[in-house]
T-cell receptor, first 111, second 111 residues
Framework: TQLLEQSPQFLSIQEGENLTVYCNSS?????LQWYRQEPGEGPVLLVTVVTGGEVKKLKRLTFQFGDARKDSSLHITAAQPGDTGLYLCAGADSGTYKYIFGTGTRLKVLA | DVKVTQSSRYLVKRTGEKVFLECVQDMDHENMFWYRQDPGLGLRLIYFSYDVKMKEKGDIPEGYSVSREKKERFSLILESASTNQTSMYLC??????????FGPGTRLTVL
């Protein structure tokens, strides 16, 4: 069974701080997605990484896919209250249409 | 922009009732998914469909069925609702193996 473990589970930081969220697995994924979900809403896709070692930047967010395509990280620079939410990673199972979701990191950025 | 809509944001039903949750996407995507999201358990796949009239069981299909008569519409059916089916239900659509787009979710309470 493929699993994706995210750490930390909870993170509360002050505005302006930097943070990194990790998504780890023992399985190889053909691609990995990061989502942000706000309370009472569905997850919103932030980025998809496909190539081992790939780095993508989305304004203050930097996403990295591990060389072996088993893990990923999300780094936020100078966090803002608008970054508050549940961050989810999801791996696409090679050869099927299924996705495996991590349990999420709940981030709270205090003004 | 991709739009995935779900028929209800909030739903309250009684034990034993038959419940229909509808999902519509406007991007001609082949693949559609139904998940449930529970605290501490993350997103769990109930069923998915990769074409009209085609369906595959996910990780937790017991107590649920699905219908996909048209490409844009994927319905989740709870044949006889039970209290342990109280949850947030999320529909997603996908054009391929590396991206999913989610609807806003339906929060179902079974009394």
């Amino acid at each position: 069974t493929q699993l994706l473990e995210q750490s930390p589970q909870f993170l509360s930081i002050q505005e302006g701080e930097n943070l990194t969220v990790y998504c780890n697995s023992s399985s190889v994924f053909s691609s990995l997605q990061w989502y942000r979900q706000e309370p009472g809403e569905g997850p919103v896709l932030l980025v998809t990484v496909v190539t081992g070692g790939e780095v993508k930047k989305l304004k203050r967010l930097t996403f990295q896919f591990g060389d072996a395509r088993k893990d990923s990280s999300l780094h936020i620079t100078a966090a803002q209250p608008g970054d508050t939410g549940l961050y989810l990673c999801a791996g696409a199972d090679s050869g099927t249409y299924k996705y495996i979701f991590g349990t999420g990191t709940r981030l709270k950025v205090l003004a | 922009d991709v739009k995935v809509t779900q028929s209800s944001r909030y739903l309250v039903k009684r034990t034993g009732e038959k419940v229909f949750l509808e999902c519509v996407q406007d991007m001609d995507h082949e693949n559609m998914f139904w998940y449930r999201q529970d605290p501490g358990l993350g997103l769990r796949l109930i069923y998915f469909s990769y074409d009209v009239k085609m369906k595959e069981k996910g990780d937790i299909p017991e107590g649920y069925s699905v219908s996909r008569e048209k490409k844009e519409r994927f319905s989740l059916i709870l044949e006889s609702a039970s209290t342990n089916q109280t949850s947030m239900y999320l529909c997603a659509s996908s054009p391929g193996p590396s991206t999913q787009y989610f609807g806003p979710g339906t929060r179902l309470t079974v009394l």
